[in-house]
Nanobody, 127 residues
């Protein structure tokens, strides 16, 4: 059974930084997509950043240059380093995993590509 457990959320002021972690277990696909998504109150869940088994990454335009996704395969952990945070980054952040069916670099930012989800960790950025 796949389990994804996020941690690292919190409250920061605008311009601050946070690092989110997602510990994965029970995930056995050798070709995979993993990603961070977020959902603010009253809004749809949106993709923030994704990474695949070849370390190919993709970012939403709104976070490019500020957020960095990475993974430590030895620890089965996914990270999201968030710098220069803005109030509009306030949301519940979710870790997600899915199988990579197509070529390297094909992991998209759409929720439909991911089968497994964590419980979320709250990020609040105050101005």
């Amino acid at each position: 059974q796949v389990q994804l457990v996020e941690s690292g959320g919190g409250s920061v002021q605008s311009g601050g930084s946070l690092r989110l972690s997602c510990e994965a277990s029970g995930y056995t696909y050798s070709r995979y997509c993993m990603g961070w998504f977020r959902q603010a109150p009253g809004k749809e869940r949106e993709g923030v950043a994704t990474i695949d088994d070849a370390d190919s990454m993709r970012y939403a335009d709104s976070v490019k240059g500020r957020f960095t996704i990475s993974q430590d395969n030895a620890k089965n952990t996914l990270y999201l380093q968030m710098n220069s945070l803005k109030p509009e980054d306030t949301a519940m952040y979710y870790c997600a995993a899915g199988r990579r069916y197509y070529s390297v670099g094909s992991c998209g930012l759409h929720t439909s590509q991911y089968n497994y989800w964590g419980q979320g960790t709250q990020v609040t950025v105050s101005s």
